[in-house]
């Protein structure tokens, strides 16, 4: 369910669930990290999915044990340690859980349908511990406030409006692989050290 490409020093990493717009399971979490990680060496690295969502979060089956594990979290470092230029190709909906791994991405391009929302707030569940950061650092602390606290579901222009996306696509995709070419261009130590110089 989690599919891994390489072109050259392209990583390309595909939620693949359309059937059950991409939820994500613990396995599935855990398959995210391997893959993540495997991509250290990669100038830049794309994150995506299949079908018309980019992913709903946490599989309703596994809730119970997704709602405090610690997947998420390690997952989101994993990403946000990448030496390479990381970029979250939104190819529709982000909601719940899984705006942990595009927070932590440097850039989010999405769909024009697509919608973003963290209904922690009417979950009862408290977002991953770096979320709240992220999310003020891109798109200020009154819009955290109003996805996290009001529940809030923004599209893609209100997204790109106040930040939190960078780009709107119609193939997120081939957006995302035209931001990579600087940096697949250059050396990855030189990306990774423009990168440390943005923290």
């Excluded at 932590?104 to 950061?133: E, H, I, N, T």
């Excluded at 599209?155 to 697949?184: E, F, K, M, S």
Aim: with cysteine.
């Amino acid at each position: 369910m989690i599919m891994t490409a390489r072109d050259g020093d392209l990583a390309i990493i595909t939620l693949d669930r359309p059937d059950k717009a991409n939820a994500l399971t613990a396995d599935m979490l855990r398959d995210l990290i391997v893959a993540v990680r495997a991509a250290r060496s990669a100038k830049a690295m794309i994150l995506t999915g299949t079908g018309r969502v980019f992913s709903a979060g946490a599989d309703l089956a596994d809730v119970a044990e997704l709602k405090t594990s610690p997947l998420w979290e390690e997952l989101s470092a994993a990403i946000a340690a990448l030496p390479g230029l990381t970029i979250a190709a939104l190819n529709g909906t982000l909601a719940g859980g899984a705006c942990g791994m595009a927070l932590a991405c440097d850039l989010r391009v999405a769909a024009p349908g697509a919608k973003v929302f963290y209904p922690v707030m009417k979950l009862g569940v408290l977002p991953q511990p770096s979320d709240p950061a992220r999310l003020i650092a891109l798109a200020g602390l009154s819009r955290a406030k109003l996805i996290l606290l009001a529940g809030a579901k923004l599209t893609a222009q209100d997204a790109l409006t106040c930040g939190l996306l960078d780009q709107i696509a119609d193939d997120p995709v081939a957006a995302a692989t035209a931001l990579c070419g600087d940096a697949l261009a250059a050396d990855l130590t030189h990306v990774s050290a423009i990168k440390a110089m943005l923290r």
